[in-house]
Each structure stands twice: as C-alpha cells, then as structure tokens.
C-alpha cells in the first residue's frame, strides 16, 4: 500500500510538471503569436518554422519518389499553409532567411503552384545577406535552366558558397556530383568524406542523413574511393534500412541473402526484401516472386509468388519472365484459379516479349 502511495504521489509529481510545461509552452506560442501578429519579422519567421515542424512528413523523399505537385483539387496540409504564409510576410519585410525559405517554397511547387520566376526572385534577395539556402536554390536554378539559361559555372559557384556553410542539401550534391565521376578515384574519395560528414553530423533521421547513409553502403560495396568492404557496406545499408530506405533494404536483403559482410541468414534476407517491396520497390517485389516461386531460400509458395508477381506487372513493367512465371501459375492452377484465357494473355504478352518457351505455349494453348 506504502509503494502504492508512493507511486501515486510520483506520477502525480510528474504530471503536475508536465502540465506546467505544456503551460509554459502554450504561452511562449501565444507571447509568439503576438509578436508576429504585431508585425515583428522575426517572430514571423519562429512562428512560420514552429508550424513547418508540424507539417507531415513524406517519406518517398528519402527513396528518390514523384512528389506530387501542386493543384487546385490537391488537398495541402494546413501547417504547410501557414508556414508559408508567416514565411511571406517576414520576407516581405526584408528577414533574408525567410525570403530563402519563400523561394525554396514556390522552387518546390508542392504546396503552391511551380514558379521558377518567383522562386528565383527571393533567393536574389536572400543571398545578398549569405543565406546558404538561396545559394543553393539558384546553383539548382543554373543547372537545370530553370528560369534562366542553364550556367554550370553559376551552378557550381553557388552550390560550392551554399557547401562551404556546411548546408546539408549543398553538400550532399556536391558529394552526388563528385560521385558520379566514376574514373576519377580523387573524386570519389572527396565524394566519401562529404557523405561521411553529412552521416555523421545530421539528425539520423534527416533526408540527407538518410541518403548518405545509403550513398555510403554503396561506395563501401563497389570500392568507390576506398577498399570493398563488405562489413562497412552492410552496416550503412542497416541504418539507411531503418529509417525506412527501400533500395538500401532491398541491398541489405541481398547481402543477408548471399552471406556478404554479415552472417548469411534467410529470415533476415526475407524480411528486408518484404520492407523493400512493401514500397513498392519493383526489384525487391521481383526478388520474392522468384524465391516464392522457385523455393529459393524460402520455403516454396506459389501464392506468396502470385501475390508479387501481380503487383510487378500492375506497376507496368513489361518483362517476359514476369509474365511467363504468371502464365504458368494461371495455366496450372498454382496459388490461382486455374484460367486458361489468363495463360493465353500473358505467354501472348512474354512471347511478344522475346520469350520462346512462351511463344510455343501459347501456340499449344490456341491451336
């Protein structure tokens, strides 16, 4: 009963303290509010950040997905709303960062309309006071004309200004474009060193962050810039794995599944594969149709290989061994209902495709 009290006049404890701070926070909001209300631009700027917090964040950012842009029927989170509008009225008044966050809003084109003109206007506002992400929005501007002829040597001025200040997307582009420079083994050492600095020093969980982590697995895997080495690629692979990466769940399958740099272990293999095709990651959905169909490292399910199968092909990808694996499933019966017209559609479909077991399947099956 002693502990009982005890425990009572804790918890009690605790969320008096809790209560205290939630009051405290709703009246730094409110003393906030005021202030940006009153016309204070950098209040506007807080407050235009505080409700940007709050605005749902879209994981296919990480993989490299579409966005949606916007339209008129697009139904835009109000968060996003509001920070844009407090970002406008601080930039109206000249506050340089928020004037960078205006022209990164309307670069986006994902909660107001696409307008390269506008967003190139803020950011030459904003980078006359340095601002890291406006540099980084017009170097994005030259490289790709958007409103101005395409400029390289403008793009790579900018983006290096925008680096220099440690800016997390400016880095993380500038490492992508050392990158991609697959013969020279200097470019891709300085391409290992950013995107070590940017997993190393982001919020683990930050879309920079994220992608290095992923950008790493891959470097350590190829020996881009460094020595294969199979323990570092899987242990980058993991950490991007786990904030939901879907090609670096679907390389981290692989690895389990052949036993590189980690313990081979099938379980593991499926697990990451299913993470991976869950997202609709082709190669991964096209991984476990196989294992399923054939008993490759699971045990054989011609269901489990139906069910993957028919995502590919509602994907749209048009590849004759998808289709013939799928004829065969509706031509016997095999984890479907058995239907011949289905058999015919797609050998049809693989034969069209350049599979010639297909074409002589179709052929026995029309003739």
Known sequence: MVLTRHFIQKMATAIIALSISWSALAADFESLKALAESGDSQSQLGLAKHYQTL????????????????????????????????????????NA?????????????????????????????????????????????????????????????????????????????????YQNHYGDDESQKKALEIFKKLA?????????????????G????????????????????????EQGHDT??????????????VGQNHEKALKWYTKAANQKNVLAQTGLAWMYYHGNDVEQDYTQAFKWLNKIV???????????????LYLNGDGVAKNNAEAIKWYGKACQNGNRYSCKQYLELTQ
Do not use: C
Not at 58 to 85: G, H, L, Q, T
Not at 200 to 215: F, I, M
Not at 231 to 241: D, L, M, N, R, V
């Open 218 to 241: 891959f470097m350590y895997y190829d020996g881009y810039g460094t020595e294969e080495d199979y323990k570092k690629s899987a242990y980058w692979y993991q950490k991007a794995a």
């Open 97 to 177: 960062i928020a004037q960078a966050k205006v022209g990164g809003i309307y670069h986006d084109g994902i909660y107001v309309p696409l307008d390269h003109t506008k967003a190139f206007k803020w950011y030459q506002k904003a980078v006359k006071e340095d601002v890291a992400e406006a540099q980084f929005g017009l170097a994005l501007i030259y490289a790709y004309g958007n409103e101005t002829p395409k400029d390289p040597k403008k793009s790579k001025y900018w983006l290096e200004k925008a680096a220099a200040q440690g800016y997390a997307p400016a880095l993380f582009h500038l490492a992508y474009d």
């Open 200 to 216: 190393n020093t982001e919020s683990r969980n930050s879309e920079y962050a994220v992608r290095s982590y992923y950008a790493l």
């Open 55 to 94: 605005v749902r964040p879209d994981y296919r950012i990480f993989n490299n997905e579409p966005i949606d842009f916007y339209n008129e029927d697009k139904d835009v989170d109000d968060n996003a709303e509001k920070a844009f509008s407090w970002y406008l009225k601080a930039a109206n008044q000249g």
């Open 314 to 328: 509602e994907s749209g990808k048009d590849d004759h061994s998808i289709q013939a694996m799928l004829a065969s």
């Open 248 to 261: 670096a769940q679907l390389e981290l399958g692989r690895m389990y599944s052949r036993g590189e740099g």
